[in-house]
């Protein structure tokens, strides 16, 4: 059964977190995949050599339908939030399958400096 991107969606919305991107006031909510980045070499992206797994829990993985606005994260005046914290988008690339676009990869790190 070739994949779609109704599976991955239901994937997703069956075993993703509650996420959220707020602009202008308005908040459009959706699940992802959303946790520590973490790097086989224990190497991460400031070539700082940390304990397998984390990296003082800054940078992160997230996995998300193709539908969210990543590209418009900007950490000023739009912005993604998971369980109360704000995140910036470092970098995303939407991922297709054939013509279609099926789900987005992103690194994002937390903003500490976010406007609440």
């Known amino acids: 059964m070739p994949l779609s991107h109704n599976t991955a ?17 308005t908040v ?6 959303f946790q520590p980045l973490r790097y086989k070499n224990k190497m991460y992206l400031s070539v700082i ?6 990296d003082v829990l800054t ?37 297709y399958f054939g013509d279609e676009p099926l789900y987005y990869w992103a690194i994002v790190h937390q903003n500490k400096g976010a406007i609440q």
């Not at 977190?17 to 006031?25: C, N």
């Open 9 to 25: 969606s239901k994937f997703i919305e069956k075993y993703g977190r509650p996420l959220s991107i707020e602009k202008d006031g």
């Open 28 to 33: 459009t909510s959706f699940r992802g995949f």
């Open 49 to 54: 050599q940390t304990e397998l797994g984390y």
């Open 59 to 95: 940078k992160f993985l997230l996995i998300c339908p193709a539908y969210v606005p990543l590209e418009e994260v900007n950490g000023l005046s739009v912005f993604l939030r998971c369980a109360d914290e704000d995140f910036n988008v470092d970098h995303c690339e939407k991922i």
